[in-house]
């Protein structure tokens, strides 16, 4: 079946330690994004990829790094210089339409999710 | 101000009853708006999608867009239990990014 896989579902890091979330998909998408999801906050962009060898910073891209050295691969690696990162972080992926908006209908196909918690 | 204002909820209804839940937002160059559902510790998935004003059914589902006011709805009708799960409205621009509400949490009561 295609769609988005994310791994591990649940994570737990102790403070300093750099952790990397993985996000793989089989639907041929272009884009790819991460996520972050707080309670009583709406989804916060923290990088998004258009295409291979390419990213850009979202709205809190701080302490945040990410790869797309493939295009059903958009690892994200929370760094120990984010300073509250338990969160809830959610990949979601795309058909790139051109000039790099979104496709007609603005639809992201997400993943299930990564819960990490600092202990 | 937030580019999206949503009731955070908890919304509790009885099962059979019309739901009505609601975003406001202050961007006029917003022109696509839709609704995700997303089930307790799950992705959101795209429900409703409505591009400028009016409305669109899909089912026991119907979106409303208002731009004059900068407002829009998701109603859905007959509710069941299986429609419990947090609701969040979305939209953009021409740019490159979607601009998400906070959710609002339902519950449909048997």
């Known amino acids: 079946d295609g769609g988005i896989t994310q791994s591990p579902k649940y994570l737990f890091r102790k403070e300093g330690q750099n952790v990397t979330l993985s996000c793989e998909q089989n639907?041929?998408?272009?884009?790819m994004y991460w996520y972050r999801q707080d309670p009583g906050q709406g989804l916060r962009l923290i990088y998004y990829?258009?295409?291979?060898?390419?990213?850009q910073k979202g709205d809190i891209a701080e302490g945040y790094s990410v790869s797309r050295e493939k295009k059903e691969s958009f690892p994200l690696t929370v760094t120990s210089a984010q300073k509250n990162p338990t969160a809830f972080y959610l990949c979601a992926s795309s058909i790139r339409a051109s000039g790099g908006t979104f496709a007609n209908t603005g639809e992201l196909f997400f993943g299930e999710g990564s819960r990490l918690t600092v202990l | 101000q937030k580019e999206v204002e949503q009731d955070p909820g908890p919304l509790s209804v009885p099962e059979g009853a019309i739901v009505s839940l609601n975003c406001t937002y202050s961007?006029?160059?917003?022109?696509?708006f839709m609704w995700y559902r997303q089930y307790s510790r799950k992705g959101p998935e795209l429900l409703m999608y409505t591009y400028s004003s009016g409305n669109k059914e899909d089912g026991r589902f119907t979106a409303q867009v208002d731009k004059s006011s900068k407002y829009i709805s998701l109603f859905i009708r007959d509710s069941q239990p299986s429609d419990s799960a947090t609701y969040l409205c979305a939209m953009s621009g021409r740019a490159n990014n979607l601009f998400f509400g906070t959710g609002t949490r339902l519950t449909v009561i048997p």
């Open positions: 639907l041929n998408h272009d884009a």
């Open positions: 990829s258009q295409i291979v060898n390419d990213f």
């Open positions: 961007n006029s160059a917003f022109q696509y």
